[in-house]
């Protein structure tokens, strides 16, 4: 069987690759506690509209390059990442928003579906604090079709994450 996505259907609506790294990692529960919908959750917005939550709930797994080196920053969906607080945190000369190509070939996952976990090379991470803002935080499951709900202090433990402020100040 197919998804809508072209991806190949498993024992839950998450990406093959990301059940099968939840699996190793453990968590044998979350595969279950995905859900996935007929339109697309691509953005925060779509994503905190199908669900029925605050922007800020939605966690974005957003790929940076720091002196061309991928990097995972986690971010709520109501805010944005300071690319100068990312470059100051990490060190780095410059850091720029990954090309799609890039995005794909880090994480194995296209743009609007990229988990915060379970991606096909180990990057440095980073986690905004704001996330630590709700009891329960949505991610990408690895379509743009699914999201799974996690606490997210256990979301951050499960990334190997560093909990840093670089989000954009509120205008």
């Given at each position: 069987?197919?998804?809508?996505?072209?991806?190949a259907?498993?024992?839950?609506?998450?990406?093959?690759?990301?059940?099968?790294?939840?699996?190793?990692?453990?968590?044998?529960?979350?595969?279950?506690?995905?859900?996935?919908?007929?339109?697309?959750?691509?953005?925060?917005?779509?994503?905190?509209?199908?669900?029925?939550?605050?922007?800020?709930?939605?966690?974005?797994?957003?790929?940076?390059?720091?002196?061309?080196?991928?990097?995972?920053?986690?971010?709520?969906?109501?805010?944005?990442?300071?690319?100068?607080?990312?470059?100051?945190?990490?060190?780095?000369?410059k850091?720029?928003?990954?090309?799609?190509?890039?995005?794909?070939?880090?994480?194995?996952?296209?743009?609007?579906?990229?988990?915060?976990?379970?991606?096909?090379?180990?990057?440095?991470?980073l986690?905004?604090?704001?996330?630590?803002?709700?009891?329960?935080?949505?991610?990408?499951?690895?379509t743009?079709?699914?999201?799974?709900?996690?606490?997210?202090?256990?979301?951050?433990?499960?990334?190997?994450?560093?909990?840093?402020?670089?989000?954009?100040?509120?205008e």
């Amino acid at each position: 069987m197919t998804t809508t996505d072209g991806t190949a259907a498993e024992d839950s609506a998450a990406h093959p690759r990301f059940a099968e790294a939840v699996r190793e990692m453990g968590l044998a529960e979350l595969p279950g506690r995905v859900r996935r919908f007929p339109d697309a959750t691509r953005t925060a917005g779509e994503a905190a509209a199908a669900i029925g939550c605050e922007l800020s709930q939605i966690c974005k797994s957003l790929i940076f390059a720091a002196d061309g080196v991928p990097v995972l920053v986690l971010m709520d969906g109501a805010s944005r990442v300071d690319l100068e607080l990312v470059r100051k945190e990490l060190g780095a000369a410059k850091v720029t928003r990954a090309r799609a190509d890039v995005v794909r070939e880090t994480t194995g996952y296209a743009i609007g579906g990229v988990p915060p976990f379970g991606h096909r090379t180990a990057t440095r991470v980073l986690a905004d604090r704001s996330l630590l803002a709700h009891d329960v935080v949505w991610a990408a499951a690895g379509t743009p079709y699914s999201v799974f709900p996690m606490e997210p202090k256990t979301l951050i433990a499960h990334t190997g994450a560093t909990l840093v402020d670089v989000r954009e100040p509120a205008e």
